[in-house]
């Protein structure tokens, strides 16, 4: 369909040592990341779409003093977005990322920072 555009992905990684022992355990093995978007036909110059990005649980032993395990279970992020094309060079765009604020931590390990919170941009953007 040529209005609408998809992409889709999926990974799995699972590292073994040789006693057959899982490595690198605060790497989720599963993501899944699908992107959609769609031109309205009936208003030519209006885009909109869509993401989800799901990663698996992952977990990381002897993070803190005491051997603790630092867990993160799996979730999931949703993006929206919106765009309107003004004229052949200018068009105006809305984003809204993590739609449901969803906490998670961008990495974890001996260190990890939250991720991004549910937020809106805006953009004009102009090509000359």
């Known amino acids: ?25 605060q790497l989720p093995r599963d993501t899944f990341k699908l992107f959609t978007s769609y031109q309205i036909p ?17 977990y990381y032993e002897d993070a ?6 630092f867990k993160q279970g799996s979730f999931t992020i949703v993006d929206l977005m919106a765009q309107y094309a003004l004229n052949a060079e200018t068009s ?3 984003n809204f990322n993590n739609i449901f604020d969803e906490r998670y931590y961008t990495a974890i390990g001996t260190r990890g ?9 805006a953009r004009m953007k102009y090509d000359f």
């Open 1 to 25: 369909m040529p209005l609408w555009q998809i992409s889709a992905s999926y990974s799995y990684a699972e590292i073994h040592d040789a006693d057959d022992d899982r490595l690198v355990t």
């Open 42 to 58: 009936a208003l030519n110059n209006l885009k909109i779409g869509s993401s989800v990005r799901w990663q698996g649980d992952a």
């Open 64 to 69: 803190g003093p005491n051997g603790e395990t």
């Open 92 to 94: 105006l765009a809305l």
């Open 113 to 121: 920072w939250y991720g991004t919170p549910r937020n809106i941009t």
